[in-house]
């Protein structure tokens, strides 16, 4: 089975697609700032400790649950960009445990690349926002999204054990559970956050199109730069940057961003103090 095939099945794609795509009205948006805070809290990685944790997590979903990278003896999922990255997890705060993460590339230079530019440069048709155009201080891309199974749902799964992401009924609130599907936009949130106010001012991400089609659906509007190719599944190069992002989030969503956007700024000035 492909990686989009694969993901389409996981809900870092497939439960958050089929969440947003049903919500007709922005009605079910309005306590999700509440909920989302209330249960789960996001995290900079700023120490080489809880950068480890991210290692992990990346190693449990992309190497022991979904088998796309082959498992390493020392449990921990890394590559060639993760010494030019800046880190964010999110916690479960009633059980401490890391739920999630994602990584923010940066290019201090023109040796460093971004994935994207390295592997995918091609892709991109869009000659007015191509990376070239723009200082490598200000480019960016996000990348390495990864849900533990234990916090994704999907409706259709609620037998424990489940290899799709079913979770426990009973170990969790059914508030608990609403807010679970929404932990990867909390985690693109936290990466936005993180490129903003690190002056990343053009962000790129290579993305299942039907993801973005549904990050619409909480005004997170990506441009598409290109065609879908076959990378790591069918994915396209996307861009965004703080403008689009910010004018167009929903009112529900909006707040969300706000708590998470205060919560990664404390923690931000660590970064440098504790590498």
């Known amino acids: 089975m492909s990686w989009s095939k694969k993901l389409l099945n996981t809900p ?15 009605h079910d948006a309005k306590n999700i700032a509440e909920h989302f805070t209330q249960f789960l809290a996001p995290e900079v990685a700023t ?3 809880l950068r480890d944790e991210v290692f992990k997590i990346r190693h449990n979903v992309y190497c022991e649950e979904l088998a796309f990278e082959q498992i390493k003896e020392e449990g921990k999922e890394k590559d060639e960009f993760d010494d030019q990255s800046i880190f964010s997890m999110i916690k479960h705060k009633p059980s401490d445990i890391y739920t999630s993460c994602v990584r923010v590339v940066q290019s201090r230079n023109e040796d460093e690349l971004l994935p994207l530019e390295k592997y995918c440069l091609d892709s991109i048709q869009n000659k007015e926002l191509h990376p070239s155009n723009f200082a490598r201080s200000e480019i960016c891309e996000i990348s390495r999204l ?6 994704r749902r999907r409706a259709s799964d609620k037998f424990k054990g489940s290899a799709t992401g079913a ?11 609403r807010c679970f599907p929404f932990i990867a936009i909390g985690l693109y949130m936290a990466a936005a956050t993180m490129a903003i106010n690190t002056g990343m001012n053009h ?7 039907r993801l973005a089609r549904s990050m619409k659906f909480v005004g997170i ?3 598409q730069l290109g065609e879908a190719i076959e990378y790591h599944g069918l994915r396209a190069p996307y861009y965004i940057n703080p403008n689009i992002f910010l004018e167009n989030l929903t009112p529900g969503f909006s707040a969300l961003y706000l708590s ?4 990664i700024c404390k923690q931000l000035p660590k970064i440098n103090k504790n590498s």
């Open 203 to 209: 962000v790129y991400v290579m993305m299942e199109p």
């Open 47 to 49: 120490t080489s400790a």
């Open 12 to 26: 870092v794609v497939g439960d958050v697609t089929k969440r947003i795509v049903s919500m007709k009205v922005n």
């Open 221 to 223: 509007k990506f441009i």
């Open 260 to 263: 998470i956007r205060e919560d």
């Open 167 to 177: 979770i426990s009924e009973s170990t969790y609130s059914e508030t608990e559970l």
């Open 146 to 151: 990864a849900v533990k199974a234990d916090f």
